[in-house]
């Protein structure tokens, strides 16, 4: 499990990138990769391509970050979920949270 | 083939290709490159050719699989019907499992490789291990954090709180001695599919679950980042129970040989 962040030359967009397995254990990672980020951040893309796994823990995690970003006003992409990841945010109903592609 | 070849000297070149004429065209190519051609095959006989060049005297004792693929546009496997082969009927059937974890072994050790491989080794389940993973999974997480270690899922609702839960689940999980949570898992196939039965029970004091089901009835979410490992469970199985004191919760999952994979 790893968790990887990219500011896009923009400025504004931050990529967070999680491998492996998505749960518990990834909690202060991932709030790290998005708390310490600076001000000008306004999009965030979620980069599921290495995501093996996803569990409810993780769900809480997403709407932590969404609530952070802004609640409905937050742009948040989730990207290249595998079919099990996937699965998972349909029946979460994160599909009405979240731009998923 | 107009780049020249690299100058490492003239190669021996074993060309393996099911279409005659190709053949012969490669052949001529890599000749006039400058390099040796032995007899060229159709790619199954030039590697069963290599086997004894590779082993040399050596009698064989490694079993030997050699596989041919056949390569084909992707519009000829739309017409393949995406169901089990007969063949996947094979392995186990009708099964069943007890395997309890307990004591401190709960503080460091997780049992849900082991518990899912076993569920693995149904063909039916194979293509399902998401889904699998993700029932065995919540089942653990709940006995654990909220049966044994008693973590609210109410702390989850701000982002402290998510961050003290966990923290909080690690001071507890330290103490773990007395505890414990099985798993009876238990499989058996019909003429269409088959049902896997998935018992998980801890040594917690239980919990007021009525209230909960209610509330799962009613769309209400019980803090704002946590409830929906139960929901998860709820719509992946058939049937989701709470038994005794709210320790002993049921999952029923189906599964069917001709449903076309959920996960595509």
């Known amino acids: 499990m790893a968790i990887h962040t990219k500011r896009h030359e923009d400025g504004r967009t931050l990529t967070i990138k999680i491998e492996g397995r998505f749960d518990f254990s990834t909690h202060q990672a991932f709030r790290d990769a998005y708390e310490h980020g600076d001000q000008e951040v306004s999009h965030y893309v979620i980069n599921m391509c290495n995501t093996t796994y996803l569990d409810s823990s993780a769900l809480g995690m997403l709407l932590l970050l969404r609530d952070y970003a802004g609640g409905d006003a937050a742009r948040i992409r989730i990207e290249n979920c595998n079919n099990d990841v996937r699965r998972i945010l349909t029946i979460s109903n994160f599909e009405q949270l979240f731009a998923i592609r | ?264």
Request: glycine share 8%; net charge negative.
């Open chain 2, 1 to 264: 083939m107009d780049e020249p070849l690299p100058e490492t000297g003239p190669l021996r070149v074993l060309i393996a290709d099911d279409s005659d004429s190709d053949r012969l065209i490669l052949q001529t190519m890599v000749r006039r490159q400058g390099h040796e051609v032995g007899d060229s095959l159709t790619p199954f006989d030039a590697v069963m050719r290599g086997v004894p060049g590779f082993t040399g005297a050596q009698v064989v004792q490694d079993d030997l699989t050699v596989v041919t693929l056949e390569m084909v546009d992707e519009r000829e496997l739309a017409d393949l019907p995406n169901r089990i082969p007969q063949s996947a009927l094979q392995g186990p059937a009708h099964w069943s499992c007890v395997y309890e974890i307990n004591n401190q072994t709960l503080s460091y050790f997780n049992p849900l490789p082991l518990l899912l491989h076993i569920c693995m080794e149904v063909p039916g389940l194979r293509r399902r291990s998401g889904e699998v993973y993700t029932l065995l999974s919540e089942l653990y997480t709940n006995a654990l954090e909220h049966g044994i270690l008693e973590l609210p899922s109410s702390w989850k609702s701000s982002p402290e709180g998510f961050g003290h839960y966990y923290a909080e689940r690690e001071r507890r999980l330290a103490d773990s001695e007395g505890h414990y949570i099985r798993f009876t898992l238990d499989h058996k196939t019909s003429r269409r599919g088959g049902e896997l039965r998935i018992l998980c029970k801890d040594s917690g004091a239980g919990f007021d679950f009525a209230g909960l089901v209610s509330a799962l009835e009613s769309g209400e979410p019980q803090a704002r980042y946590a409830g929906r490992g139960l929901v998860l469970l709820q719509q992946l199985s058939r049937s989701l129970t709470f038994k005794e004191q709210g320790n002993h919760v049921e999952v029923v999952y189906h599964w069917d040989f001709t449903e076309a994979s959920t996960q595509n």
